[in-house]
C-alpha cells in the first residue's frame, strides 16, 4: 500500500490526480500526526476540497478534513461536501485568525469556486457511473415482504400512517439490495425520504385547501397507485392548495416581507467593539434548542461568555444573555458586536441589519409556500392539551371534549355565539340530522352561566388549541334538538345544561393540516402590532421566539433585532426614537411608528388612501428616521444637534 502526506496529495495538479491515484488503498498520514487508509476516489475528492489550504499554506492539513471522517461509515449524501467545506473554512479561519468579513472575504470566494469547481469536474468525470431509476425498482421495493407487511398492518389511523412510514425507512435503510437504484437514492439522500415514503406506504391523511383534514386516509400509494374515486379527489385537492398558494398565500407573505424589511431597517449596522452593557435578557433555553443561541454571549458567574451550541447542560436553565435589546451604544441604529453575538462576524460592517435578518427569515417561510407540493406529507394527529378555565371544565379523550364530571352543572347554561354557527337554526328546523357538523360552524369560545341564589356568574371559556376550533357533536346537536333553548340578549344561543348526560361528548376538534401562511399572519402580527398587548420588549422577543421556533431553526439574534427596530424611547411623550438606554422603553406597532418616524413607510403599502386621508398624523417631521447623507444639506440645523446628542463629531 502506498503511503502519502496530506501535503503531498495537495501539491499533485488537479487533472494529474485522477490519474495518478489509481490503487485501491493508500495509507495518508496527516499533519495532526493521525493516519487514515483510504481509496482513491477519497484522495481525488479530498483533493479538491482541500483547494483553499493552497492560499493559507501554514494551516495544517488534519484528518477532520478527510472525506471519510466526515462520513464516517455513512452514506456519501448531498450534505457531505458542505461539510466538508465548512470544516476547511472553519480549521483556515481558526488557524489565521480570521475573525471579520473583511478578513474572511477572500476565503469565502475561494470556497465559491470549490463549490462549482467539483460540480463542473465531477459532472463530466463520472458521467460514465451515472445510473437511472426505473418502474422495474420501484415494483421491486413495493413488493419486497418487509414492505408488503407493513401495507397489510396499515390501519386508517394517524398513528399508523407515521408507524408505517418509519418502518418503510427502516426497511429501505436495512435492506442489502444492492441493484436496487431506488434504494441507492434512498440511503444517500438524493431522493426526499417524505415523498419516497408516499410512493412506497400509503399517501396518507390529505387536508382540503380550507385545512380540514379529510377523515378517511389515503391508504395506496403513488406506485401501487390510487384507484377509488375517494382517494383521486381527495390527493386532488393538494394541487389546489398548491395553485392556491403560489398565488395569493406567495403574495401575502412577500407583501408582509416587504413591509417589515422596510419597518427594521432602523437597525442599521453592527459596530466591533464592546459597549460594556449590565442589561441581560433572562432566557429560559428550551430542551433541543441552544443551537439557536450559537454565538450568543452570556454572563456566568461574572464573566461573559460564548455560545457555541454544544452547551446541552444549559437547556432548560435560564441564562443571562447579552441582546441587542439591552446594548447601549450612543448610536441608537447600531448595535456593539458583544451585544448582537459572534453573527456579527457573518456579514459585511456596511450590511443594514434589520433588512438583512429580516430577509433571511421572511426568504424561508416564502420558499416553502412554493414548495407546498414537495413538502406536503400526511397530517399527522396530537394530542389535545387544555389549559386554564378549558381544563376546569373539560377533559379530551384524542379529538373529543367531555364535560368534567367533578363540576356541578346544575343551574348552568352555555352560551354559543349564533355568529360563529350560522347554520345552527337552519339545522334545528330539519327533520334529519344526515349533516356534516363543521358546517354548522366553528367555535372558539363559550360561555358558562351559573345562576346561585339569584346572582348570575358567567365565565368564558376558550375552546381552541392551536389553530384547531371546536364544532357541535351528534350528540350534543341532538340535545339542543330537543331541549328548549334560549337566546342571550345579543342573540347568542343559551343552553340549559341540567338534562345533558355529561357522559357524552361535547364538542369534537377535527384535526387540521398546519399553514405556512397562518405562520406568517401571526408571525407579522407579533412584529408589528403589540401582539396580545405584550409592549415589553423582551416579552415581545419571547412571543416571537417561541412562534418561530416551531416552525424554523432559528437564531435569536435575528430575532431579537427586529424586536429591538420596534422599541421607542418614550411613547408618552411621543419620542418615537429607538428605545436605547431609555427606561420607558417599549415596543410600538407599525402605524404608531411609521406615523412618529417615517411616513413613507405607510405610503409605500396599499393601504395610501387610508393614510393620505388620515387627519390624525404626525404629518413630515425630521425626527426618528433614519440617517441619509444627503440631509444635512437639507436640516443642517437638525443634524448638527442630532450629532451632539449622540456624542458624534461634527461633519468636517
Ligand atoms: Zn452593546
Redesign the pocket.
Known amino acids: 500500500m502506498q503511503a502519502l502526506t496530506a501535503r503531498e496529495i495537495l501539491h499533485t495538479p488537479l487533472l494529474t490526480a485522477w490519474n495518478t491515484y489509481t490503487d485501491k488503498a493508500y495509507l495518508v498520514t496527516y499533519e495532526d500526526g493521525e493516519q487514515e487508509v483510504t481509496s482513491a476516489k477519497s484522495v481525488v475528492f479530498n483533493r479538491y476540497i482541500w483547494i483553499p489550504f493552497e492560499t493559507y499554506p501554514h494551516t495544517p492539513i488534519t484528518k477532520d478534513c478527510s472525506v471519510q471522517s466526515v462520513m464516517n461509515r455513512q452514506y456519501f449524501t448531498a450534505e457531505v461536501h458542505i461539510r466538508m467545506l465548512e470544516t476547511v473554512f472553519k480549521n483556515i479561519c481558526a488557524f489565521n485568525r480570521l475573525a471579520n468579513y473583511d478578513q474572511k472575504d477572500q476565503l469565502l470566494k475561494i470556497i465559491y469556486q470549490v463549490f462549482n469547481l467539483l460540480y463542473v469536474d465531477y459532472i463530466n468525470r463520472i458521467s460514465t457511473h451515472v445510473t437511472t431509476i426505473d418502474a422495474i425498482d420501484f415494483v421491486e421495493v413495493v413488493n419486497m415482504p418487509e414492505i408488503v407487511a407493513i401495507r397489510e398492518n396499515l390501519r386508517p389511523s394517524p398513528d399508523s400512517i407515521e408507524q408505517a412510514y418509519k418502518e418503510t425507512k427502516k426497511a429501505l435503510t436495512n435492506t442489502t439490495r444492492v441493484n436496487n437504484m431506488f434504494v441507492h437514492a434512498y440511503k444517500s439522500k438524493s431522493i426526499n425520504e417524505n415523498q419516497a415514503n408516499q410512493c412506497i406506504g400509503p399517501r396518507g391523511f390529505v387536508a382540503d385547501i380550507d385545512r380540514s383534514v379529510f377523515k378517511q386516509p389515503i391508504t395506496s400509494g403513488f406506485i401501487t397507485g390510487m384507484t377509488t374515486l375517494f382517494d383521486l379527489v381527495a390527493e386532488s385537492r393538494t394541487a389546489a392548495k398548491s395553485l392556491n398558494a403560489t398565488d395569493k398565500h406567495i403574495a401575502i407573505s412577500e407583501y408582509n416581507s416587504r413591509l417589515m424589511q422596510l419597518l427594521t431597517m432602523v437597525s442599521q449596522n453592527v459596530e466591533c467593539t464592546?459597549?460594556g452593557?449590565t442589561e441581560y435578557y433572562d432566557f429560559l433555553i428550551p430542551p433541543n434548542s441552544i443551537h439557536h443561541l450559537k454565538g450568543k454571549y452570556y454572563t456566568s458567574e461574572g464573566t461573559l461568555k460564548c455560545i457555541d451550541g454544544s452547551e446541552v447542560h444549559l437547556e432548560n436553565s435560564i441564562i443571562k444573555l447579552?441582546t441587542a435589546l439591552g446594548?447601549?451604544?450612543q448610536d441608537a441604529h447600531k448595535?456593539?458586536s458583544?451585544?448582537l453575538g459572534e453573527v456579527s462576524k457573518n456579514f459585511r460592517q456596511d450590511s443594514n441589519l434589520g433588512y438583512t435578518f429580516t430577509s433571511f427569515l421572511m426568504e424561508k417561510s416564502s420558499q416553502s409556500i412554493l414548495s407546498t407540493k414537495h413538502l406536503t406529507h400526511s397530517v399527522k394527529g396530537n394530542a389535545i392539551l387544555l389549559e386554564g378555565e378549558a381544563s376546569t371544565h373539560f377533559y379530551a379523550k384524542i379529538d373529543t371534549l367531555y364535560l368534567n364530571k367533578n363540576v356541578d352543572y346544575t343551574n348552568t347554561s352555555i352560551i354559543l355565539d349564533s355568529k360563529q354557527l350560522p347554520k345552527l337554526m337552519d339545522v334545528l328546523n330539519l327533520s334529519h340530522s344526515h349533516i356534516a357538523l363543521e358546517k354548522i360552524g366553528e367555535i372558539t369560545a363559550v360561555i358558562f352561566q351559573k345562576d346561585v341564589h339569584n346572582k348570575r356568574l358567567a365565565n368564558t371559556v376558550n375552546v381552541q388549541y392551536g389553530d384547531r376550533s371546536c364544532i357541535l357533536t351528534k350528540e350534543f346537536l341532538e340535545y339542543i334538538r330537543r331541549t328548549n333553548i334560549y337566546s342571550d340578549p345579543k342573540g347568542n344561543y343559551l343552553i340549559p345544561l341540567n338534562k345533558f348526560n355529561i357522559a357524552l361528548p361535547i364538542f369534537t376538534m377535527p384535526l387540521k393540516e398546519n399553514n405556512i401562511i397562518n405562520f406568517v399572519t401571526k408571525l407579522a402580527s407579533i412584529i408589528e402590532t403589540n401582539y396580545e398587548k405584550i409592549t415589553d420588549p423582551y416579552d415581545k422577543l419571547t412571543a416571537l421566539y417561541t412562534h418561530v421556533s416551531k416552525q424554523f431553526s432559528i437564531n435569536l439574534t435575528i430575532l431579537e433585532t427586529l424586536v429591538y427596530a420596534t422599541t421607542v424611547y418614550n411613547a408618552q411623550q411621543n419620542d418615537y426614537s429607538l428605545g436605547r438606554n431609555s427606561v420607558n422603553k417599549t415596543t410600538e406597532s407599525l402605524v404608531n411608528l411609521s406615523k412618529s418616524r417615517s411616513l413613507s413607510l405607510l405610503f409605500s403599502t396599499k393601504n395610501q388612501e387610508a393614510v393620505i386621508f388620515d387627519s390624525n398624523l404626525a404629518t413630515f417631521q425630521h425626527k426618528n428616521i433614519i440617517d441619509h447623507p444627503m440631509d444635512v444639506f437639507f436640516s443642517p440645523h437638525e443634524v448638527v444637534e442630532y450629532r451632539k446628542k449622540a456624542g458624534l463629531s461634527s461633519l468636517a
Open positions: 464592546d459597549c452593557s447579552r446594548c447601549n451604544l448595535v456593539c458583544t451585544c
